[in-house]
């Protein structure tokens, strides 16, 4: 089934829109919106790459260098996290694949390939051999997230771009540990893991953004989703992709009825309870890349679930011709169980959002991948 036509057609309603959004917040770090209107994070904030990646995919459909020209100021302002050392935790993929990432893929600019160096050495030296995992942020030692699979991209580059496997190996022992303790035998997904970061040993998992420790957090699940299937892409390796399917399957079974993921999967689901559009996109996106990897009929089958979530999403939760709201979705939840962002608009939700309409555009110049 090709969806070709209907997804040109949305490219071009989100491409409207966001030449006023462009306009009205220019080079700021958007996260969540409130009553419709954009708030803004510092520069350290693990969403800042998401706008920079919205800009560049305009860019790429429009060739307009007023996108372009905000993006790399975005960029640019990044840098004095990156060069503070202390304000890096493991977000690094998130923040600078899709701005230095996208940069450096479309115009090969040399500053952004060592920015992009720099954050891929950041990140493999969180590894902790003992436990074999990325350490997640500053103020734990022992943990792991399930997010990270979403920042180890950056090592798949740094390992590609220098011809030097190591990056490779570091996302691999962090996968094993992911596949082992992060996928559940259900095919659920556990938010955060604990481990004592002397020894190595796994301890238990740890409530995150879920409503419980042993709940299903949608958007852990479409970080599984969308890592696992950038994963099997570099590793191609036969056990990531029975997970992926596993965990794929997991989520397009607990969708709701409109194919769009409440926050949590675990929760008592009726019609007030927060759906999660950022999950559901970040998902669209993984389901479609899984369908690269596989025979027709089942490439077929996860193609056009992609399409029904991003249809969906169009149909029932976007603001593309609400010039009130300044973000392309609405209907995402950032974190419930801290009472922050409930069904908002989320910068991530639209990133997601236009990658999945742009994938099915026929766009192959992905930036997770790092490379034409
Ligand atoms: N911790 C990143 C997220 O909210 O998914």
Redesign the pocket.
Known sequence: MCYKNWANDTMNRILNKLESTALQIGASFPHATKDGIYTFEGSQF?TNGFWPGILWMAYQNTKDEKFANIAKEIENKMDEVLDSFELLDHDMGFMWMLSAGANYMINGNKESRLRLLKASSHLAGRFNPKGQFIRAWEWEKGQM?I?CAMNLPLLYWATDELDDPRFAHIAHSHLETVLKYSIRPDSSVNHILEFDPQSGEFLHAVAG?GAAADSAWS?GTS?AVYGLALAYRHFKEEEILIKLKNVSNFFIANLAEDNVAHWDFRVERNSNTPRDTSATACAACGLLELSEYLPKAEADMYRKKAYLMLKSLTDNYSNLENNNMQSLLNGAT??YTYNENINVGLIYADYFYMEGISRLCGNKDIFWYGHI
């Open positions: 693990w997230i997010d953004q958007r970080w950032g974190a």
